[in-house]
């Protein structure tokens, strides 16, 4: 997994809203689906792209899959985009 495939999971308005249903926990899949006008296919394969990228895990109980955020590789891509800005927070507007 590399940085391009991790900004092209991040790049489609789909996947990001995937993300941020994630940030208040795990869901299992139908749950995700059940919150997009798209096709369980559709969902399936938007959650493969970001599972790719490493930005969720996935977990099989019985019959369901549960998703959930994969923060450590969010972690990363902050501080580089941090790195990009040069400097820290505390730098900004001075």
């Known amino acids: 997994m590399g940085l391009q495939t991790t ?3 991040l790049s489609d308005p789909t996947r990001r809203e995937i993300l941020n249903l994630l940030k208040g926990g795990r869901m299992a899949a139908g749950e995700i689906a059940e919150k ?3 096709t369980g296919a559709s969902v399936s394969r938007h959650l493969a792209v970001l599972r790719e990228a490493g930005l969720i895990r996935d977990s099989r109980e019985g019959k369901f ?3 959930e955020l994969n923060a450590s590789v969010l972690e ?3 501080l580089w985009i941090k790195d990009l800005r040069g400097g820290n927070e505390d730098d900004q507007g001075k």
């Open 36 to 38: 997009f006008p798209v």
């Open 7 to 9: 900004l092209r999971a």
């Open 76 to 78: 990363e891509i902050m």
């Open 65 to 67: 899959i549960y998703y």
